[in-house]
């Protein structure tokens, strides 16, 4: 018995199968499966005006055909028309194409002209049998984004049979007249086959207003899904705890500073949050070194003298443990019982750890992901801390929530988010901002340079370490891999420790075992080691005032976000602090263009949006883990006042008009729902 197709019209289940790899799974999905570009077969060229770089279509006659061996295996064909000849070539083809192109058979070729050996030439053209009384289309031809497998022709025919239903639209004809947009139809069916007046131009540029209109629903559902999600928490039930200034007061007394009024009224909003009724869900965002830790620790101690459990959860053990060593004896000082959980521990250690943590024994409980991968369970989870939050997908962070009833939750980031992608992508959470830093951070000095200089930086290392200064030199992740980063870590270790004999030079990275690591991170903050050659496992919670000097290796590789925090590592005291960047040539044109916003820029919120520009939210955002539908149409810079308009109108129907808000979701978004405030 054959499986039932899953569109409306027959489907066979190898071609289904390739669909549902572009997402593809009802006719819906189809229908809003766009054209990246549109190619123009409605006229013909003749041969004789044809020009090197341009794509066109040619109607010729094979003149002779046969199989080439130099300089590999090649169909090559001579075409010609009355105006003259163009060459044809195919370095993979079929026997099958040998026959088929037959001397005195008329052929339509369409393709990308080149000059050849020979004269102009076209390599791998559709083609397809034609004589002059074959009649042109009337449209543009359309290409869509497809998979292996899965031909233009096959997705053309599946597209035009998911168009011959009529597209109803979702939002009423007065609400489009007052937003200046067209109709969901006449978009639709403009995109799939532009007249022959419509300027490629203004399509390709995406600012033709049937994209317009499919940005905004695009935006309009993402919306309408973060702010049902937003809704569904605040209709939770979780214990509220509110503000007793017995642990906050006293921690605060004790830290050698005041906070930033930006740390204060960040602080102000999170208290606020817990002594709600519902679930916080508040996302904490700064620059490297803005005090983020500080407000996290107020956090977790205003639940504590609530008599709940708290949660501190990091990406990578070293910050986890960085955060533990930093803030333990700080709260303990204060009655708070912690602990710490990691992969790496001994069995016997971790097992003590959950046995105290299930037992209500402690208080608060830090770790990376074995807080949430593990069997253990608390007592009376109320508060969950995660640093770098866009480390964790979504469904990460769920089952540490689920070790809970209904916990409060802080996110915190270093990498800023910019306004646009914070309204787009976290419109379902409550964010505060540090948006200044601690007084007596010193300006750090950034400065490119060549990698054929490197014994100038290397003699830059010894003055500053014989200065009594201290330095970083980070290496950097090869091809996303561990085992390569680590061979780079170590190579580079040995020849500094022979270039630079009279300085103390440490190792830190990430297969070092937890006690390794810590001794390695001990000696280095108590001086004991002059110049430290890590991984990017420095990247983030690493606090050494006496480091002025950072030399980051093969910069050209890193992201913006990750260089931004790597160089966050120094300017912490007194001494002024330089961070340069090391780069190999040649530099591609998109590291060049990072490097020259992290050389030009110190704004972390500057440096994110520009990263938006150059990469797009899915990285920003963690979108590898996440889960989250990214935007297929509109574009976050681009599309502002379409954003704006959205969520505005994401409101209104939430509150006014409950049918439109499911029906305009289950067509954008159907099994694809985002889960936001997870």
Known sequence: MKAASPFSFPVSPATAAKLAKLGLTRDADLVLHLPLRWEDETHITPIRDLLPGQSAQVQAVVRDAKVAYRPRRMLTVTMEDASGVLGLRFLNFYPSHLKLFQPGESFRCMGEVRGGFLGLEMVHPRFAKADESTPLPAQLTPVYPTTAGLGQATLRKLVARSLEAPISDTLPADWLAKLKLPDLESSIRLLHQPPLDCALSELESRRHPAWQRLAFDELLAQQLSLATSRRQRQSLRTTPLPAKQQLTTAFTRQLPFD????????????????????????????????????????????????????????????????????????????????????????????????????????????????????????????????????????????????????????????????????????????????????????PIMTKLVSAARRDDVLERVREACLAGGQTYWVCPLIEESEKLQLQTAQDTYAALVAQLPELRIGLVHGRLKSAEKQAVMAAFQAHQIDLLVATTVIEVGVDVPNAALMIIEHAERMGLAQLHQLRGRVGRGSRESVCVLLYQTPVSELARARLKVIFELTDGFEIARQDLLLRGPGELIGHRQSGLPMLRFADLERDVALLESARDLAQRCLSHHPDITARHVERWLGSRQALAGS
């Open 259 to 442: 906070l930033t009024p930006a740390q204060t009224h960040a602080w102000q909003e999170i208290s606020s949050d817990l002594n709600r009724p519902h679930p916080m869900r508040r996302l904490l965002q700064g620059d490297v070194g803005s005090g983020k830790t500080v407000v996290a620790a107020l956090t977790c101690l205003q639940a504590i003298e609530n008599g709940q459990q708290a949660a501190f959860m990091a990406p990578t053990e070293i910050l986890a443990e960085q955060h533990f060593r930093k803030l333990a004896p700080q709260l303990s000082a204060l009655g708070v019982r912690c602990a710490w959980v990691s992969g790496s521990q001994k069995k016997s250690e971790r097992t003590a750890a959950w046995q105290a943590i299930s037992a209500g024994e402690i208080d608060l409980a830090f770790g990376t992901h074995a807080l949430f991968q593990e069997a253990g369970s608390f007592d009376r989870l109320g508060l969950v801390v995660v640093d770098e939050q866009h480390r964790f997908g979504v469904g990460q962070r769920l089952a540490l929530m689920h070790k809970g009833t209904e916990p409060h939750q802080l996110m915190m980031s270093a990498t800023p988010i910019p306004r646009t992608l914070a309204m787009s992508f976290f419109a379902d959470l409550d964010v505060s901002t540090i948006d200044s830093l601690p007084p007596g951070r010193t």
